[in-house]
T-cell receptor, first 114, second 113 residues
Framework: DAKTTQPNSMESNEEEPVHLPCNHS???????IHWYRQLPSQGPEYVIH???SNVNNRMASLAIAEDRKSSTLILHRATLRDAAVYYC???????????????FGIGTKLQVIP | DAGVIQSPRHEVTEMGQEVTLRCKPI?????LFWYRQTMMRGLELLIY????????DSGMPEDRFSAKMPNASFSTLKIQPSEPRDSAVYFC???????????FGSGTRLTVV
């Protein structure tokens, strides 16, 4: 299973943009880049995913490097409710032959400072 | 939709006892995953099913762990006998298709004393 590397923790001031990095140098051509976040005492929550192009939704933006070996989750204006653990994972796509073993690891703990 | 439903939310049991965790996935989802979360190892995949069939159980730590999915709307994770090192939060997740996002349940916090 392809691995990702994230910083253990990051800090951001409230109402400022946050850029959460993820390295995935062993990504294969059929892997989708997914981001999830986990609030305290809750299960992980889907945030966004993409394959090659940058993606935007109401929660965040996903910027994918041209070589796909790294990506960045962008929260445009951090709020206190964004304080959570953020996970970057690689999920095999439909052309991968069905293999779906994905481990989330430790993730990045984001602290938002008022 | 009520989302992925797990029960119980909390379980405290004595070492050596059998523990059964339950999961109801979102209707229509064809993948179901069982994860275990600890401070040291983060979220680890234990086993996953596709169309009710177990596909990869290489993450199951020992023979004491077993999982079943008798139908598309129900899955169980059983630990027999339980040990203190099994204490963790166990999550169930389901997905509609390989490229889509996972939907996680709220988890079961297991404490084995």
């Amino acid at each position: 299973d392809a691995k990702t590397t994230q910083p253990n923790s990051m800090e951001s001031n409230e109402e400022e943009p946050v850029h959460l990095p993820c390295n995935h140098s062993t990504i294969s051509g059929t892997d989708y880049i997914h981001w999830y976040r986990q609030l305290p005492s809750q299960g992980p929550e889907y945030v966004i995913h993409g394959l090659t192009s940058n993606v935007n939704n109401r929660m965040a933006s996903l910027a994918i490097a041209e070589d796909r070996k790294s990506s960045t989750l962008i929260l445009h204006r951090a709020t206190l409710r964004d304080a959570a653990v953020y996970y970057c994972i690689l999920r095999p796509g439909p052309l991968s032959g069905g293999y779906q073993k994905v481990t989330f690891g430790i993730g990045t703990k984001l602290q938002v400072i008022p | 939709d009520a989302g992925v439903i797990q029960s119980p939310r909390h379980e405290v049991t004595e070492m050596g006892q059998e523990v059964t965790l339950r999961c109801k996935p979102i209707s229509g989802h064809d993948y179901l995953f069982w994860y275990r979360q600890t401070m040291m190892r983060g979220l680890e995949l234990l086993i996953y099913f596709n169309n009710n069939v177990p596909i990869d159980d290489s993450g199951m730590p020992e023979d004491r762990f077993s999982a079943k999915m008798p139908n598309a709307s129900f899955s169980t994770l059983k630990i027999q006998p339980s040990e203190p090192r099994d204490s963790a939060v166990y999550f169930c997740a389901s997905s509609l298709a390989r490229a889509k996002g996972y939907t996680f349940g709220s988890g079961t916090r297991l404490t084995v004393v």
